[in-house]
Structure formats: structure tokens, C-alpha cells
């Protein structure tokens, strides 16, 4: 039997993100079935740029689908982010050492089958839609995470 690995995707920080990718990507690589479980602020890692919609929204949700990042190249920094000059930084750096970007290393986690499923409950707080997200992303709830999660070898949270 494979190992499994199991890591829940709690930050929208770009550096996390790209931690939690390369993780998946090589486990994957390993012959590892991996579930990438994306709750609250880890929903950014998700959201599709072209299906966001401010249509059947609350005041509320509608202001905080416009504060948070439209999707995974425009999340922050988790530190020296300096108003997107860190960021910047890295991405040159991540360039000159021929890394692929954070959206390659997605594609890269999707091509490969990794299970991507959103909170159900971060999902409704949130005031995303099922179709702001990524298609390949299923939303499930916390007891069905819960249930993958402990089969699993390897349980990260990020």
C-alpha cells in the first residue's frame, strides 16, 4: 500500500503556498496520494482570477472578496513582503535559480492528481462561491476532512 500525505492549507501567503506545492508536487513524484484540504485564507491559493463575482453577495462579503488576493500570484509575502517589493525580490531570485512560478507549481500539484477540496464552512464565511474557485477544487466539510486526514501518513498544516 502507498503512503498518503494529507496537508491543510490554512495561509494566503505566497512563500507558504510555495512550501506547501513543492511538498505536494514531489510526494506526488514519490508515487504519494496527496490531499491538499484549503481552509479560510488558503482559499486564495484557489480562487479563480476570471470567475470572481460580486453577484448574490452580502456588503460584507462583497468588501472582503475585494481586500483578499484574486488568486495564488497575488498573494503576500508571510514576511519582509515591504508593500510587494519582497516579493518581487523573491520571484526575481526564484527566476534567476530557473524555479517555475507559485501558479506552475498549482498546475503542476493538479496535473499530477493531487485532491484539492475547499472548507465547506470557510467557503460560506468567506462569501466565495463554489464557482470562484478552480474547477478541480471539490468543497467538502470539516468531518470529511477529518476522515481523509487520518488515514493519511503524513498530516501537515500550513
Same mark, same amino acid.
Given at each position: 500500500? $502507498? +503512503?498518503?500525505?494529507?496537508? /491543510?492549507?490554512?495561509?494566503?501567503?505566497? &512563500?507558504?503556498? /510555495?512550501?506547501?506545492?513543492? %511538498?505536494?508536487?514531489t510526494a506526488k513524484e514519490m508515487n504519494m496520494d496527496v490531499t491538499m484540504f484549503f481552509a479560510f485564507w488558503g482559499l486564495c491559493l484557489v480562487r479563480d482570477? !476570471? @470567475?470572481?463575482? =460580486?453577484?448574490?453577495?452580502?456588503?460584507?462579503? #462583497?468588501?472582503?472578496? !475585494?481586500?483578499?488576493?484574486? $488568486?495564488?500570484?497575488? /498573494?503576500? /509575502? *508571510?514576511?519582509?513582503?515591504?508593500?510587494?517589493?519582497? @516579493? +518581487?525580490?523573491? +520571484?526575481?531570485?526564484?527566476?534567476?535559480? =530557473?524555479?517555475? *512560478?507559485?501558479?506552475?507549481?498549482?498546475?503542476?500539484?493538479?496535473? #499530477?492528481?493531487?485532491?484539492?477540496?475547499?472548507? #465547506?464552512? *470557510?467557503?460560506?464565511?468567506?462569501?466565495? *462561491?463554489?464557482?470562484? %474557485?478552480?474547477?478541480?477544487?471539490?468543497?467538502?466539510?470539516?468531518?470529511?476532512? %477529518? #476522515? =481523509?486526514?487520518?488515514?493519511? &501518513?503524513?498530516?501537515?498544516?500550513?
Open positions: 500500500m $502507498g +503512503k498518503k500525505m494529507n496537508i /491543510l492549507m490554512f495561509s494566503g501567503e505566497y &512563500d507558504k503556498a /510555495l512550501a506547501a506545492l513543492i %511538498l505536494a508536487n482570477p !476570471n @470567475k470572481m463575482t =460580486d453577484e448574490d453577495k452580502t456588503s460584507y462579503e #462583497k468588501m472582503f472578496a !475585494n481586500f483578499t488576493p484574486r $488568486g495564488i500570484e497575488y /498573494l503576500p /509575502l *508571510s514576511k519582509m513582503n515591504m508593500g510587494g517589493i519582497g @516579493k +518581487k525580490m523573491l +520571484k526575481s531570485m526564484m527566476n534567476e535559480n =530557473d524555479t517555475p *512560478s507559485l501558479d506552475k507549481f498549482l498546475q503542476g500539484a493538479i496535473n #499530477k492528481g493531487v485532491n484539492m477540496y475547499g472548507c #465547506k464552512l *470557510s467557503v460560506e464565511v468567506m462569501g466565495f *462561491s463554489k464557482e470562484e %474557485l478552480l474547477p478541480e477544487v471539490k468543497i467538502i466539510t470539516a468531518e470529511e476532512y %477529518l #476522515k =481523509d486526514a487520518i488515514e493519511s &501518513d503524513m498530516q501537515l498544516f500550513i
